[in-house]
């Protein structure tokens, strides 16, 4: 059974630097999936897609943290990082990190959150 599993600092202060590990268990990530992405859902908004990253290497950003967060893969730990810089209080949310296999047209797999709080 595939699992996935966030983990990271839950708390910083503005123009900090946060790390978050997406932990995947159950099947290794250099199989058969395509992509991995890392959402965040704020109080009373939208789940927003914040970072993605393919097979390939390929990488896409929301503008709201383009150049400030950083998402990669480490295939040997089998985790998909997402590194932050630069924290603003709005980048408060409760942080997801899902995975999507190859020809699936949707997010299969997805971890249980972890809540990041930017504060001073």
């Known amino acids: 059974q595939v699992q996935l599993q966030e983990s990271g600092p839950g708390l910083v202060k503005p123009s900090q630097t946060l790390s978050l590990t997406c932990t995947v268990s159950?099947?290794?990530?250099?199989?058969?999936?395509?992509?991995w992405s890392w959402y965040r859902q704020a109080p009373g908004k939208q789940r927003e897609s914040v970072a993605t990253?393919?097979?390939?290497?390929?990488?896409n950003y929301a503008d709201s943290v383009k150049g400030r967060f950083t998402i990669s893969r480490d295939n040997a730990k089998n985790t998909v990082l997402l590194q932050m810089n630069s924290l603003k209080s709005e980048d408060t949310a409760v942080y997801y990190c899902?995975?999507?296999?190859?020809?699936?047209?949707?997010?299969?797999?997805w971890g249980q959150g972890t809540q990041v709080t930017v504060s001073s």
């Open positions: 899902s995975m999507r296999r190859f020809g699936s047209s949707r997010w299969d797999y």
């Open positions: 159950g099947d290794s990530i250099t199989t058969s999936y395509y992509a």
């Open positions: 990253i393919t097979t390939g290497g390929t990488t």
